[in-house]
């Protein structure tokens, strides 16, 4: 394996692809970094190259924000361009995003093989837009890197280990994958989120962070909420919002950094963000200081896949206002609780919060921290 096209584009790809495209380069891979444009704020996008020294995009497509159709449609032709320009031997592409489809799209469709990071996740709802790309994604990759062995089951299911599609099931201490076989290969490798996430919360200084956004160790609820079904429904926007009310009134501090679609929702409802003094609504933060404020609030709510584990790795408990989660373990372990868009589940569950208070066992759901490690290995086994 020598030249992997690497596909991303939203916030949380960027994160991921990080330390992935480090060792790709430090292994000897030519790799091309393309960068679909499709989040493009500074600190939805450049804040994340600076900070975690990621390259700077071979190619930019610039397709900026639009329906899926368009979106979606913009990035598969700008990608097949690039691929057949490129002639790459993989493309590589990350969790669940329009940016996922068009890329593990593009190539399979001019059968170039796709490797497929963060694979066989479900929420089994298909209204979901993300659950739309993970499902095709996951059907056109050829090779699958699980984060969990729930989601080595869920592929299990959908006959990945089946004679009949070729699948080949390898487990997470045996990355020997033969060479050029044409079979899916489905490799439990962990989490690389979890990898980079402990790493390089070593090394920021949370007093620092605590200290810009007046806030001290547990004694603050965080929260992101970016999800459609809550963005894009004004009833569910407006009981989270609030259930954050309530916790404020009960004299809790609230840390809301507003993902964009987000703060546009709540305009476009005329929802005012500075009606609550312990309610702190804030821009965006980079991903260290959002480690920070993770690893020391009392509790989470969110709907954000990401930011639900990230609280897991550092034992916070999560609220997630949602029906379902893709990350089932979490609540199964009692860990992450699925409240629905429920005004005095979300307020009376966050309220009771305690830093301490971590309802379980802790478990290793998500690897040893060397998710990249395997990721490469595989790859270079390919070669
Ligand atoms: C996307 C992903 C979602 C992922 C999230 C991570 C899809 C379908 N959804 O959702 O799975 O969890 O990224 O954050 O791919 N906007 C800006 N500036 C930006 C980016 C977005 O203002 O830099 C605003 C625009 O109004 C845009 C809206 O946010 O229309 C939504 O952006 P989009 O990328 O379409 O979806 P996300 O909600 O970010
Ligand atoms: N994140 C960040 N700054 C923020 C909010 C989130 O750095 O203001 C990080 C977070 O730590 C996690 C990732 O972004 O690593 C999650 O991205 P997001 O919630 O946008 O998407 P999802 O994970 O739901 O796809």
Same mark, same amino acid.
């Given at each position: 394996?020598?030249?992997i096209?690497?596909? *991303?584009?939203?916030r949380?790809?960027?994160?991921? !692809?990080?330390?992935?495209?480090?060792?790709?380069?430090?292994?000897?891979?030519?790799?091309?970094?393309?960068?679909?444009?499709?989040?493009?704020?500074?600190?939805?996008?450049?804040?994340?190259?600076a900070?975690?020294?990621?390259? =700077?995009p071979?190619?930019?497509?610039?397709?900026?924000?639009?329906?899926? #159709?368009? =979106?979606? &449609?913009?990035?598969?032709?700008?990608i097949?361009?690039? @691929?057949?320009?490129?002639?790459?031997?993989l493309?590589? +592409?990350?969790?669940?995003?329009?940016?996922?489809?068009?890329?593990?799209?593009?190539?399979s469709?001019?059968?170039?093989?796709?490797?497929?990071?963060?694979? #066989?996740?479900?929420?089994?709802?298909?209204?979901?837009?993300?659950?739309?790309?993970?499902?095709?994604?996951?059907?056109?990759?050829?090779?699958?890197?699980?984060?969990?062995?729930?989601?080595?089951?869920?592929? *299990?299911?959908?006959?990945?280990?089946?004679?009949?599609?070729? #699948?080949k099931?390898?487990?997470?201490? /045996?990355?020997?994958?033969?060479?050029?076989? !044409?079979?899916?290969?489905? !490799?439990? *490798?962990?989490?690389?989120?979890?990898?980079?996430? +402990?790493?390089?919360?070593?090394?920021?200084?949370?007093?620092? +962070?605590?200290?810009?956004?007046?806030?001290?160790?547990?004694?603050?609820?965080?929260?992101?909420?970016?999800? !459609?079904?809550?963005?894009? %429904?004004? /009833?569910?926007?407006?009981?989270?919002?609030e259930?954050? &009310?309530?916790?404020?009134?009960?004299?809790? %501090?609230?840390?809301?950094? $507003?993902?964009?679609?987000?703060?546009?929702?709540?305009?476009?409802?005329?929802?005012?963000l /500075?009606?609550?003094?312990?309610?702190?609504?804030?821009?965006?933060?980079?991903?260290?200081?959002?480690?920070? @404020?993770?690893?020391?609030?009392?509790?989470?709510i969110?709907?954000?896949?990401?930011?639900?584990?990230?609280?897991?790795?550092?034992?916070?408990?999560?609220?997630?206002?949602?029906?379902?989660?893709?990350?089932?373990?979490? *609540?199964?372990?009692?860990?992450?609780? $699925?409240?629905?868009?429920?005004?005095?589940?979300?307020?009376?569950t966050?309220?009771? @919060?305690?830093?301490?208070?971590?309802?379980?066992?802790?478990?290793?759901?998500?690897?040893?921290?060397?998710?990249?490690?395997?990721?490469?290995?595989?790859?270079?086994?390919?070669?």
């Amino acid at each position: 394996m020598k030249k992997i096209v690497s596909i *991303v584009g939203a916030r949380p790809q960027f994160i991921k !692809a990080s330390r992935v495209c480090r060792q790709l380069r430090d292994n000897g891979f030519r790799e091309v970094l393309v960068h679909t444009g499709q989040h493009y704020d500074l600190n939805m996008s450049d804040i994340f190259f600076a900070e975690l020294g990621i390259p =700077q995009p071979d190619y930019h497509l610039g397709v900026g924000s639009a329906s899926h #159709g368009k =979106q979606t &449609g913009d990035m598969l032709s700008s990608i097949e361009q690039i @691929l057949l320009r490129e002639k790459p031997d993989l493309v590589l +592409v990350y969790g669940d995003t329009n940016s996922t489809l068009a890329g593990s799209l593009a190539a399979s469709k001019i059968h170039v093989p796709v490797a497929h990071v963060e694979a #066989g996740l479900r929420s089994y709802n298909k209204s979901m837009p993300e659950e739309v790309n993970r499902v095709v994604t996951d059907h056109v990759s050829d090779i699958l890197f699980c984060p969990t062995e729930i989601s080595i089951n869920n592929l *299990v299911k959908e006959g990945f280990d089946n004679p009949v599609n070729g #699948g080949k099931l390898i487990d997470r201490d /045996d990355p020997a994958v033969g060479p050029g076989s !044409a079979m899916p290969l489905v !490799a439990n *490798v962990g989490d690389v989120m979890y990898d980079i996430a +402990v790493s390089m919360c070593e090394m920021v200084n949370p007093g620092s +962070v605590l200290e810009r956004f007046g806030l001290a160790k547990n004694k603050y609820i965080l929260v992101t909420i970016h999800r !459609a079904e809550n963005t894009d %429904n004004p /009833d569910n926007l407006r009981i989270i919002w609030e259930a954050l &009310g309530e916790i404020a009134r009960a004299g809790i %501090n609230v840390f809301f950094p $507003l993902h964009p679609r987000t703060r546009k929702a709540f305009m476009e409802n005329s929802i005012p963000l /500075d009606t609550e003094t312990n309610i702190q609504c804030a821009e965006p933060v980079s991903y260290s200081e959002m480690l920070v @404020l993770e690893s020391n609030a009392s509790g989470i709510i969110t709907d954000s896949g990401g930011v639900q584990k990230e609280g897991f790795f550092f034992r916070v408990p999560c609220i997630i206002p949602r029906n379902e989660t893709e990350w089932v373990e979490l *609540v199964e372990s009692g860990w992450n609780i $699925l409240t629905g868009i429920d005004r005095e589940k979300i307020a009376g569950t966050a309220i009771g @919060l305690a830093r301490g208070t971590g309802p379980g066992d802790w478990h290793p759901y998500y690897g040893d921290g060397h998710a990249v490690d395997r990721i490469v290995t595989i790859l270079k086994g390919l070669d």
